[in-house]
């Protein structure tokens, strides 16, 4: 009678053994992990000038007239600054039409934007819309150059506009 | 002894007039600085999840005066602006006027090797790649309708615009920056289901026996069902299933104990 309990015993420790290492296999499960590293974006615009982009008084017919700060140095200085996590960065830039009260215009197409004075290459025409000028990576900058042209027939009278810069 | 005085005052007055003049004549540095600090939010029907944008003005010297609103969101979709588009009133070169934003960066936003403190109101500091910024947050809120589809995937994105008052020039200057989310609906609870199509096994496949040629109406095609074979999968064994089984087997112990000392 003995013996048989013994085996009986023996058996149920060797089950409770066996389940031991299935329930540890089981249990043994993958949990997915994830990150997201906060995007950082952060720019400066220098302006060279009086507050904001300035051509002065100008006639009609002529082109490519200078913002008035732009002397070897840029209109803009756009910074990419190392607080910026975002590589690389793209300099975006655009505008409206200029408009005076009497309704006038001189549309934004006249003005063109450069990153090295010199209108030959890698100048952009600007738009509504924005418009790529080039990359930068964090810690770089650029100057930005602008040209307007004045219409032949344009009406004498005082336009403003607003130039939008995204950094992206 | 007078005159001495006299000198070092009119020395000190002729410095600080130069400082003055030096900052008036300062290049005009318009900062932006932002952190986005979630890309990918889930959320259940019916629910609100809520996620923080950061603005902040390290390198200018100037007040960003910023503006955000709802660029993209599906319809039927709430999303809000914590703090909200306002009016405030500031006094530019002594002419007072208003401007519409949501909030404003003075110029100066602290960096620190840790956080501090004392940590103003309204401002929370964040770790950026160049120390901790005092940034000042705003709160989005996401508030999807309780009928919308699981698995939606649907984009929301927020346009920001930063400005700066007193520019005199012929066009003004002004930054802005899109804020893209992507939004997954998902269930509150998890649930798995198997949904197991298996129409090349023989046994999944069901011949119909009652065809118009058994019931006397002359020959016909067999009609083939597929049976869709629905299965629910519990991952793991449960550690209460395992405490059970011990106990139990505890108590055969005793019991065997027990019998043997009896019949000693």
């Known amino acids: ?168 | 002894m007078k005159n001495f005085i006299a000198i070092i005052i009119n020395i000190s007055l002729l410095f600080a007039l130069v400082s003055v003049f030096t900052l008036a004549q300062e290049e005009a540095k318009y900062n932006f600085g932002s952190a986005q600090s979630a890309k990918e939010l889930t959320i259940a029907p019916g629910d609100e999840v809520t996620t923080k944008l950061y603005f902040y003005n390290i390198y200018g010297n100037r007040i960003t005066h910023i503006s955000l609103e709802v660029g993209e969101v599906p319809k039927n979709w709430d999303v809000s602006i914590d703090p909200p588009l306002h009016e405030t009133s500031v006094i530019v070169s002594g002419v007072a006027t208003t401007v519409e934003e949501n909030l404003f960066a003075e110029p100066g936003s602290d960096v620190a090797e840790s956080i501090p403190d004392d940590v103003p109101e309204g401002i929370e500091y964040i770790s950026s790649p160049v120390g901790f910024v005092g940034a000042k947050p705003v709160l989005i809120k996401i508030k999807v309708p309780s009928n919308e589809k699981l698995g939606t995937v649907a984009n929301v994105r927020i346009d920001g615009t930063a400005s700066w008052l007193g520019q005199t020039g012929t066009a003004a200057i002004t930054q802005s920056r899109s804020f893209e989310y992507i939004v997954t609906i998902v269930s509150k609870e998890f649930t798995e289901t198997i949904l197991e199509k298996a129409p090349e096994k023989k046994e999944d496949v069901v011949i119909i026996k009652e065809t118009a040629e058994e019931i006397g109406e002359g020959p016909a095609t067999p009609q083939v069902v597929e049976k869709v074979v629905e299965k629910e999968v519990q991952v793991g064994v449960p550690i209460s299933t395992f405490v059970g089984v011990i106990i139990v087997l505890v108590i055969i112990g005793i019991f065997a104990f027990v019998f043997m000392s009896k019949k000693k």
């Open chain 1, 1 to 168: 009678m003995r013996n048989i309990i013994f085996a009986v015993l023996s058996s149920i420790v060797i089950l409770v053994l066996a389940n031991f290492a299935i329930g540890a296999t089981s249990e043994e499960a993958g949990a997915s992990a994830s990150v997201t590293v906060n995007t950082f974006v952060d720019i400066t615009i220098t302006d060279r000038g009086a507050g904001g982009i300035n051509f002065g008084g100008l006639d009609p017919g002529t082109i490519d007239n200078k913002e008035v700060a732009q002397n070897g140095l840029g209109a803009i200085n756009f910074s990419v600054e190392l607080t910026t996590n975002k590589n690389p960065i793209n300099v975006k830039l655009r505008g409206n039409n200029f408009n005076e009260t009497g309704g006038s215009t001189i549309g934004i197409s006249n003005v063109a934007a450069d990153d090295d004075n010199t209108l030959v290459s890698g100048n952009i025409t600007l738009s509504t819309a924005y418009k790529i000028l080039k990359t930068l990576a964090p810690g770089e900058d650029t100057e930005i150059y602008y040209f307007l042209d004045v219409p032949a027939v344009q009406k004498a009278a005082s336009y403003s506009s607003t130039f939008y810069f995204q950094g992206d």
